[in-house]
Each structure stands twice: as structure tokens, then as C-alpha cells.
């Protein structure tokens, strides 16, 4: 696209400028990976040139990449917390205090200044006051900069709430007021908004949409991930499996946090035995979060599984190599035949790839996600199903995977299109900033 470029008070022209909040621990948690990796994909491959910053939970001013088709972009990082250091520019108090005595050299003020948009996915659910003041507070605190700067404010396509506290409810309303477009990524989060927005909701403003992770684009793993992988998938024909084992919900204290009926991982390794027993059909496991010594670091539940299948099963059973990025990773799920998750952008991955899957559920906005491609039915709760009754749901997504592809084969395009339709829409308010801007620096 040809347009002029904006021009500096010192003369020099500049690319377009975008800013990226919401993504914190995306290198552990590959499903805010996948949602920082589809964002910055989508928007790079609009505006190639663009210059865009990803507040992530680092320290200073760095240099790092995404990937856009393939190849490594560079793109730059810039740490932001919520943070007790307030002496850091990092702090969002710091940058709120220098935003009040006219910047004091903050640099990460300074990119938020700069930016024609600024986008805010808030970890894709975590824009809700059920985690604790703490993290609403972490959330919001972007949101606020980016509205007293000045700065068009895009809400990524998310879930809005729950909130429990009518205090944090109304700043809720009031920061998703104040942004220039709020996009909600399934029906049930699009009813959540309109009904923190009440009369103020705008149609043109706010959209419902689909998760940007549907336009992830898979990447073949390296060497030697895929050499491995490619030996294992074509040694035998026939289904394969996949499983995702959440670190979060097989703990004991995840099932007390969450009210859970059931055992997740005795579940799961019911379910891995029951798929194996019955055919000669093959299984293998993907961890999706990975934080080593974290409580919920889905790469020990995996290992466990593993280990526990592989003696009885041997090189029918296959756990996913350690390293593997979102993209690789969607790579790895979408050559199953089927696939159930514990953790959502796992089976994410699944669905916008077009395979059959069904997801153990802890809370309400996997149902969302699932009804935006028909696959609802497909949700399993597991804070209403006991072992048994969980084990026999997702046995019976199993059996349906064939009626499933079906459905899946004429739904997921359409999600995908939206994806990059959605995009589209949201780099068209950076455009218009950018060309505002062009406009006054002209005269």
C-alpha cells in the first residue's frame, strides 16, 4: 500500500509504529505464544515495515524476532510490570509518574508515545478479576497508559471477565470504553462485553471475532525434533492421538482452585489406555505449558504419562521434544487424527488445523471457543463430570472425530478467513492513525 510517510519534528520520515501488550511468559506458556506470534504475523505481513515493540516480562530496551511466513522478523522488546521496583523504568507506576512530568526519559513510555496503535490481548482471558487484584491490576495497567497518552487502544479479541467486585467491574467498563476498537473472540465473550458495556455498545467499535491463535501458522520443527517426528508419525499408518496433560488441573491444588470433580491425570492415562488397548492405533503427548520448577509446568505431568504408557506400549506412545516454539508445536498437533486438550490453546491449535478434538474444561470460555467452530459438544467439564463420566465424553469426541473432520473441513476456513479479516480491520485503525499524523506533520 502507498501512502506518505509520517514525518518527525527533526525531518525524518518513519514506518509505521505498533505497540504489543498482554503477552507476558510467552516463551513458557506457548498459548500467550501463540497469541503474541499470530498478532505480530498478522500484522507484519500487512505493513512489512512496520516497527513494533512487545512489552513482555523482561528488563530494558532488547532486540528479538517473529517469525512472518517462515522467516525470522526482527522485531523489538521492551520489559513492563506491575512491579514493587518502582525505581525501574520498567514499573508501570514509574511510567506513570513520568507521563505526568512529561516523559523523564522513559523508554518504554517513549515507544508507547510513538506507536499508531497499540494493541492489548491481556493473555487472551485475563482481563477478569478471579485471579486476584494483583494480575487485574497488571492487565489494566497498559490499558490506562495507552488511554492517557492518547493512543489508539485495540483490545485484542478476548474473554471480559468474569468480575466478581463491582469496583474493578466499573474500570473494567471504563478502560474497554475508551478503546478505539474491543474485540471479542466467540459469542459467549462477545455477550460478556456487551454486557460490561451496556448502552455504550458500539457495533463499529465492538466485534466479535474469533482468537487471533486461528491464523498461527504451523512451522516444521528442526533438526533433530524433526527428523524424530517425521520417523514416528510415518512409521505406521492408522490414527494418532494426541494428548495435552495440563500441569495446572492434574495437581492436587489445581483440582481444589478450580472445584474439580475428578482426577485430570488419572483421566488422561484412562483415556490414553483405553485409546491403546483398543487398536493398534498410536498416541502422542504435547506439553503446551512449560515453566521448569513451576507448579504447573505441563512438561512434568507429560513425563510422567509418558513414562507410565511407554512401558506398556513402547514406541506406539511418543512425547513431543522439548524446544519446540507455537508454531512447531501447531505443526506437531495437526498431523493427529484427534486430539484432546487440558490446556485451550492446545486444542486451539487442533481446530484452526481442521482436527477433531475435544478439551478437559476448568472454567466456561473453552465452551466459546469450541461453539465458534460447531465443536461444543466437545467440551468436557470437569468441574460438573466425575472420572467416569469425563472419561466417557471424551471417548465418545473419539469415536465422532470422523463426523467431527467433517464439520471441521467447512467451519475452520470460514474461522481462519475471520482471523484474517479481523486483522485487516485492526491494522486499518493503525493506518489511520498513521496517516493522521502524516497529515498534521505536513502542514
Avoid at 497469541?35 to 505480530?40: D, E, K
Wanted: glycine fraction near 10%.
Amino acid at each position: 500500500m502507498t501512502r506518505d510517510a509520517v514525518t518527525d519534528v527533526d525531518g525524518t520520515r518513519r514506518p509505521l509504529a505498533a505497540c504489543l501488550f498482554g503477552v507476558p511468559g510467552a516463551n513458557l506458556n506457548l498459548g500467550v505464544g501463540a497469541l503474541r506470534a499470530s498478532t505480530l504475523a498478522g500484522l507484519l505481513a500487512r505493513e512489512p515495515g512496520a516497527e513494533v515493540t512487545v512489552f513482555d516480562d523482561g528488563w530494558g530496551q532488547r532486540r528479538g524476532h517473529t517469525f512472518v511466513a517462515g522467516r525470522p522478523v526482527p522485531i523489538g522488546l521492551a520489559g513492563a510490570r506491575h512491579s514493587r521496583r518502582y525505581h525501574r523504568p520498567e514499573s508501570y507506576l514509574n511510567m506513570r509518574i513520568s507521563a505526568a512530568l512529561g516523559g523523564l526519559g522513559n523508554a518504554g513510555l517513549a515507544r508507547i508515545d510513538a506507536a499508531d496503535v497499540v494493541l492489548d490481548v491481556s493473555g487472551g482471558d485475563s482481563f477478569s478479576d478471579i485471579y486476584g487484584e494483583h494480575r487485574f491490576r497488571t492487565v489494566a495497567w497498559p490499558k490506562r497508559l495507552s488511554l492517557l497518552r492518547r493512543r489508539p487502544l485495540v483490545l485484542l479479541p478476548q474473554t471480559y471477565g468474569p468480575f466478581r467486585g463491582a469496583r474493578l467491574r466499573a474500570e473494567a467498563a471504563a478502560l474497554t470504553r475508551g478503546a478505539t476498537m474491543a474485540w471479542a473472540r466467540d459469542p459467549d465473550s462477545f455477550a460478556a462485553l456487551a454486557d460490561l458495556l451496556g448502552p455504550d455498545l458500539d457495533p463499529s467499535r465492538h466485534r466479535q471475532g474469533v482468537d487471533v491463535a486461528f491464523g498461527l501458522e504451523p512451522r516444521q520443527p528442526d533438526e533433530p525434533a524433526v527428523e524424530f517426528l517425521n520417523g514416528w508419525f510415518d512409521a505406521a499408518p492408522g490414527p494418532v492421538a494426541g494428548v495435552n496433560v495440563s500441569g495446572l488441573i492434574t495437581r492436587p491444588e489445581g483440582r481444589t482452585q478450580f472445584g474439580l470433580a475428578g482426577d485430570g491425570h488419572r483421566v488422561a492415562e484412562q483415556l490414553c489406555v483405553r485409546l491403546l488397548d483398543h487398536s493398534d492405533h498410536r498416541l502422542i503427548i504435547v506439553p503446551h505449558v512449560l515453566t521448569p520448577h513451576g507448579t504447573d509446568d505441563d512438561r512434568v505431568a507429560s513425563e510422567r504419562l509418558y513414562t507410565t504408557l511407554a512401558a506398556r506400549y513402547g514406541e506406539r506412545v511418543a512425547l513431543s521434544p522439548a524446544g519446540l516454539d507455537p508454531h512447531q508445536t501447531k505443526w506437531v498437533i495437526a498431523r493427529t487424527s484427534w486430539f484432546c486438550g487440558m490446556r485451550m490453546h492446545a486444542t486451539i491449535a487442533a481446530l484452526s488445523s481442521a482436527v477433531p478434538a475435544a478439551i478437559v474444561a476448568y472454567s466456561d470460555k473453552a465452551r466459546g471457543v469450541f461453539a465458534s467452530v460447531g465443536q461444543h459438544r466437545h467440551v468436557a467439564d470437569a468441574r460438573r463430570l466425575g472420572d467416569d463420566d469425563l472419561l466417557d465424553a471424551l471417548w465418545r469426541s473419539w469415536t465422532e472425530r470422523e463426523r467431527s473432520a467433517a464439520e471441521l473441513a467447512v467451519r475452520t476456513p470460514v474461522a481462519v478467513a475471520r482471523a484474517a479479516a479481523q486483522m485487516d480491520e485492526i491494522v486499518a485503525v493503525a493506518r489511520a492513525e498513521y496517516q493522521r499524523r502524516a497529515t498534521v506533520g505536513a502542514r
